[in-house]
């Protein structure tokens, strides 16, 4: 592939991602998390957990990948002895930072180039006059940084 059907692929790879909702029921959800249909619904009740609304004739509740994942940190908390109104809490602050890494992942993502023999994620400009980019590459498990000036358009 060559520059412009990367940026392409990327572009397009991002929207799918952005519009791409991943959920699941709430039988696979108690059985992927461990948590009981039963206790789900008094969560929902509890407003500690939300379904999504599927459609108007659709009645079933259906859960987002980040709800899944609460109920896990919820459940977690659960295990390790905090009641539900804390482990609930502790699960909000986590919430924000799940959000920050989500909006993170969506907008630093600017694709990938080889550069210096390495496969590596452009992140975007590293500086506010936008003379420079960031790149990380991966190696032995390790995330590498590099700050490249802009190339020039010419």
Excluded at 110 to 121: A, K, Y
Excluded at 134 to 144: A, G, K, R, S, V
Aim: hydrophobic content about 35%; some cysteine; aromatic content about 12%.
């Amino acid at each position: 592939m060559n520059n412009q059907e990367d940026n392409v692929f990327f572009k397009k790879f991002k929207e799918q991602l952005g519009k791409h909702q991943f959920t699941i029921g709430i039988s696979d959800l108690a059985k992927m998390t461990g948590v009981s249909q039963t206790q789900l619904r008094y969560w929902e009740q509890k407003d500690y957990i939300h379904s999504l609304k599927v459609s108007e004739k659709n009645t079933t509740h259906r859960y987002s990948y980040g709800m899944l994942m609460r109920v896990h940190f919820i459940k977690m908390m659960l295990d390790e002895g905090f009641t539900l109104a804390a482990a609930v809490e502790r699960a909000d602050g986590y919430n924000n930072q799940m959000e920050m890494m989500r909006i993170f992942m969506m907008t630093a993502f600017q694709g990938i180039e080889e550069r210096d023999g390495h496969h590596m994620v452009k992140l975007g400009y590293f500086d506010e006059a936008k003379t420079q980019q960031l790149y990380c590459y991966i190696q032995n498990e390790t995330p590498h940084y590099r700050v490249y000036p802009v190339k020039s358009e010419g």
